[in-house]
RNA sequence: UCCUUGGUAGCUCAGCUGGUUAGAGCACAUGACUGUUAAUCAUGGGGUCACUGGUUCGAGCCCAGUCCGAGGAGCCA
């Protein structure tokens, strides 16, 4: 008998035929003749309905059948007499592989965003989070597919760095040194050399260098890997640990880069759209029933899937820092004032988005309030940085074409306080066949909060951690 | 980290100006029901009111501290 998993069998017209699933219990309802039971396999966000006749399987046969249990039905496959569904399975078999107590958190009800979060080990076989974990598979996949069709190899940057000075953020100590019984150099400094790698390392929070290295060998290189930072941030765009994409490409200028920027973005979503729609529509139709809970002033006014085609369909929009500030200043009264100088605030960014009705993306920053690796402009005062500024999630990517003059690259870091001694091997692709060069990074759990149209950071990843937050 | 806001049954919430024995819906259990769609209907078991201390004759409610959640801001992807 063919095991086959649950989308394929709804998708089948193959009536007659004598089939298996195996999945978890949903929801179980009937009367004294006849039960249903919504079984998911988790192949898709649709679950099969198991029709049982009481009197051919007697009802003590289904006293463990419960919302989370795990079963495995045989019969054959048909088309439904009821609504809701097309096909069914006419059961003559059915077997407990691991039941399930009345004490199994998740009910047949809604459950908040909130408390599943608490429950993060079982929130998986609910029907929001099987759809975003499948679309956030399917996303891994694109991320992988674009890039191939292009050119570009996949590159594993270290996860463990001894760089410190890549200016990204708090970084997370690697040690193996015992915490209690620290050895100290006799200036009371600690003394590294004794640790597993003889010198202070930490988790990465960008393989971007590394990533540059590979670029001024095989051209078009990319990563794609976890990332870490230890900024007390507690917002629902910001994880202590997330996974990060980030091409890097020789003989890319930032027009080219932006180019891009803008055809992965689109390549993302049209293959989101491609190859997840069930669980798309249903995330669409999800938003849509939770706003109506809402004030009408909270509402949003436009659903997941215009927003998705909305930027698929769309040329984004490429404007300057300063062209921005303009816009700004002629917008509204906002809390803060815009001011040529000073990093755009949350307010600013929504209020570009919101203004063009697409996404934006700004380029040439004052250098003051970007790193020092950016390609500095010929006004002395810019550098060429480009954000991509996204409705819902905002900043999605930040990039740059890359400072590719050894001296221009050494002056910045000196006027940045940048010890040159750490860097010396990130200088060292200037003075050897120095190239120009771009690249940008694209934070995977804010594209697939975009994708999904949900609107935590700590929904979209399986396992969040956050400040406060390792468990499971 | 700052500002705002919240923590009452397994879940979602109500609980008046501080006053007797703490309320509902869902879930769960039992029963009814000839194909259900979060099935429906009836019955009834279920509470350390986040924690610690204080005010009071009396605290779920007032005060202080702590912990945790959410929203906004900063940092950024």
């Known amino acids: 008998m063919e095991n086959l998993r649950i989308a394929e069998l709804l998708k089948s017209s193959d009536f007659g035929k004598e089939v298996q699933v195996k999945g978890w219990v949903r929801t179980k309802r009937g009367n004294k003749n006849v039960a249903f039971i919504a079984i998911n396999d988790g192949s898709g966000i649709h679950s099969i309905q198991a029709v049982v006749d009481l009197s051919k399987i007697p009802e003590e046969a289904l006293r463990q059948v419960t919302t ?23 059961t003559s078999a059915l077997e407990i592989i691991g039941a399930a107590d009345e004490t199994f958190p998740l009910q047949k009800k809604a459950h908040t965003l909130e408390f599943l979060r608490e429950i993060a080990h079982l929130r998986p076989r609910t029907n929001t989070f099987g759809a975003i974990l499948r679309i956030r598979h399917h996303m891994a996949m694109a991320v992988h597919h674009f890039f191939n069709e292009r050119g570009f190899f996949y590159l594993q940057t270290p996860v463990i760095t001894g760089s410190d000075a890549e200016g990204a953020g708090e970084m997370f100590r690697v040690t193996t040194l015992d915490l209690k019984n620290l050895p100290y150099n006799e200036d009371r400094s600690i003394d590294y050399k004794q640790d597993f790698f003889g010198r202070e390392t930490n988790l990465t929070v960008s393989g971007q260098l590394e990533g540059e290295l590979a670029a001024t060998a095989l051209g078009q290189v990319y990563t794609f890997g976890p990332t870490f930072r230890a900024e007390n941030s507690n917002t629902p765009r910001h994880l202590a640990e997330f996974w990060m994409i980030e091409p890097e490409m020789a003989f890319h200028d930032i027009t080219d880069n932006m180019d891009v920027a ?79 100088g000073k990093d755009l605030q949350k307010e600013h960014e929504n209020f570009l988005v919101d203004h063009f009705k697409i996404p934006v993306i700004v380029t040439d920053y004052p250098k003051g309030i ?53 860097l010396s091997w990130y200088l060292d692709t200037r003075r050897y066949g120095t190239c120009p060069h771009s690249g940008f990074g694209l934070g995977f759990e804010r594209l697939i909060l975009f994708i999904t149209g949900m609107s935590n950071v700590r929904d979209v990843i399986p396992f969040p951690r956050t400040p406060k937050n390792a468990d499971f």
Request: aromatic share 10%; net charge negative.
């Open 68 to 90: 989370g249990a795990c079963i495995s039905v045989r019969g054959t496959l048909t088309q439904s007499q009821g609504q809701g569904q097309t096909v069914e399975l006419q």
């Open 262 to 340: 803008e055809a992965f973005l689109k390549y993302l979503i049209r293959y989101g759209l491609e190859h997840s729609k069930d669980d798309l529509e249903f995330l669409n139709t999800r938003a849509i029933e939770e706003d109506k809970n809402k004030k009408e002033s909270e509402r949003s006014k436009t659903t997941l899937m215009e927003r998705l085609n909305l930027v698929a369909e769309n040329t984004f929009k490429r404007i300057t820092y300063t062209e921005a500030i303009a816009v700004l200043e002629k917008g509204k009264k906002f809390e803060f004032r815009p001011e040529w």
């Open 370 to 422: 970007k790193a020092f690796y950016m390609k500095q402009n010929e006004d002395g005062k810019t550098v060429r940085a480009m954000d991509v500024l996204f409705p819902y999630v905002g900043e999605i990517i930040g990039g740059s074409q890359r400072e590719e003059n050894y001296d221009k690259l050494q002056a910045r870091m000196k006027e940045m306080d940048i010890p040159e001694e750490s």
